[in-house]
């Protein structure tokens, strides 16, 4: 993200979190046995709809980590939020894993486990449901997360195609505070 590449290392660290998601053991089988790496997996995100994800591979931990971290920094993007939710409900699909997220009203919190819970509160989305289904694998189901935050339209843009008012599009939670 151009915004974010003149800051230093201790700057970035300020305004952004990361969380590992994962470290695994992966084995490459070569003529003379197996080749063992290390394989983390890492998202990033300033809990304002700023998030990026990053997969770091090396003979090292530390390495690895190093990597993803770096590949997270420059995979930046920003995810439209709705408050403390999402706009509306949606499906991310990568290879078998498929993740649903739906919004919730304020106080509910991230019922969501794992590698999906990671990258939401990351996000800085304190209000959402979410079903996994399909595939367990972690990296697809952060990468399915990953598409359907992607996915997400803003409901400025989605109002002025449909041809209706915000408010129409917006949940219930969301009207009742303009009524008051």
Excluded: C
């Amino acid at each position: 993200m151009a915004k974010y590449d003149n800051l230093n290392k201790d700057q970035f660290e300020e305004q952004f979190e990361e969380r590992v998601i994962e470290i695994n053991r992966v084995a490459k089988v070569v003529k003379g046995g197996r080749r063992f790496q290390f394989r983390v997996t890492v998202v990033t995100g300033d809990k304002r709809g700023n998030i990026g994800m990053g997969v770091g591979k090396a003979n090292a931990v530390p390495d690895a980590m190093r990597k993803a971290s770096d590949r997270a920094r420059k995979n930046l993007h920003t995810i439209n939020l709705s408050g403390t939710t999402i706009p509306h409900k949606i499906l991310g699909k990568v290879s078998g894993a498929r993740v649903m997220l739906k919004p919730a009203s304020p106080g509910t919190g991230v019922i969501a486990a794992g590698g999906v819970r990671a990258v939401l509160e990351v996000a800085g989305i304190r209000d959402i449901l979410t079903k996994s289904m399909g595939s367990n694998n972690i990296l697809n189901v952060v990468s399915a997360t990953f598409d359907a935050l992607n996915n997400l339209k803003s409901p400025h843009v989605e109002a002025a195609r449909r041809g209706k008012k915000v408010e129409d599009l917006l949940p219930f939670w969301e009207r009742r505070k303009q009524n008051v």
